[in-house]
């Protein structure tokens, strides 16, 4: 990988612009201290794609920001991590987690459509984030997600019937399952004559929390089951 260079890179500040349900590629440090803003809204929570993960998270309720530090084995540069922001308004971003040997990191994230003054009171310093992380990862204890998991687990177990999907367009709605607050959708990854790559994203849209895809690569005429939760 390109990124795996020797010795530790000068802190840095990325800023990316993208349209709600789109996806950021930011690098975060595996020696020091990552802060995530988005500007003109708060982060509540960070749902990751794994069931582990190499990152602890701290949610600063001050400001909204996230500060992320790598908590996986010395000497060695871990793989990419894929995951999603929810914001307070409600807005999804899938994002893709890069290591990098830095001091510090920043990033800002800038959502299409929200106004560009930033709720936060400013970055705060590697040495007040470090100290105030809970002991768990990302997608670890944090309520949202334990509510994510248990309702995708629910639609599976309850609403899928068959190994793969036996017809439907891609994007198809076969079943859903309400819990609690939220609604769990069994949808279809279909491909066409030609093979597919399914990607999260294409299953976003307003009030989407989670996806769920069975199979991320389809051969031509292949599907597979992807599970949509969303608000209610």
């Known amino acids: 990988m ?6 530790a890179a000068q802190a840095g500040t990325e800023t990316h612009s993208v349209r709600e349900d789109g996806l950021v590629r930011f690098r975060a440090s595996i020696t020091g201290i990552t802060r995530v803003s988005v500007k003109g ?6 749902v990751n794609d794994d069931q582990a993960s190499v990152y602890q998270v701290r949610n600063d309720k001050n400001t909204g920001d996230i500060f992320i530090r790598y908590v996986g084995p010395d000497n060695t540069m871990p793989d990419k991590e894929g995951g999603y922001l929810v914001t307070e308004q409600g807005r999804t971003v899938a994002i893709e987690i890069l290591p990098i040997r830095a001091s510090t990191q920043t990033i800002i994230v ?14 705060a310093s590697s040495g007040d984030a470090a100290g105030g992380f809970a002991e768990t990862s990302i997608g670890g204890g944090d309520r949202l997600v334990a509510q994510l998991t248990d309702a995708t687990r629910k639609t599976i177990l309850r609403k899928i019937r068959t190994p793969w999907p036996k017809s439907g367009r891609n994007g198809t709605l076969i079943s859903s399952l309400r819990i609690g607050d939220l609604v769990g959708e069994v949808r279809v990854a279909s491909a066409g004559a030609s093979p597919k790559q399914v990607r999260e994203q294409e299953f976003y849209r307003s009030g989407v929390l989670a996806v769920w895809v069975q199979k991320n690569s389809l051969a031509a005429r ?3 089951w992807v599970v949509v939760v969303r608000n209610k």
């Open 2 to 7: 390109a990124l795996m260079v020797a010795g």
């Open 41 to 46: 809204d708060r982060i509540t929570s960070i």
């Open 110 to 123: 800038k959502l299409a459509g929200v106004p560009a003054t930033a709720t936060s009171a400013g970055a």
């Open 222 to 224: 292949e599907r597979s």
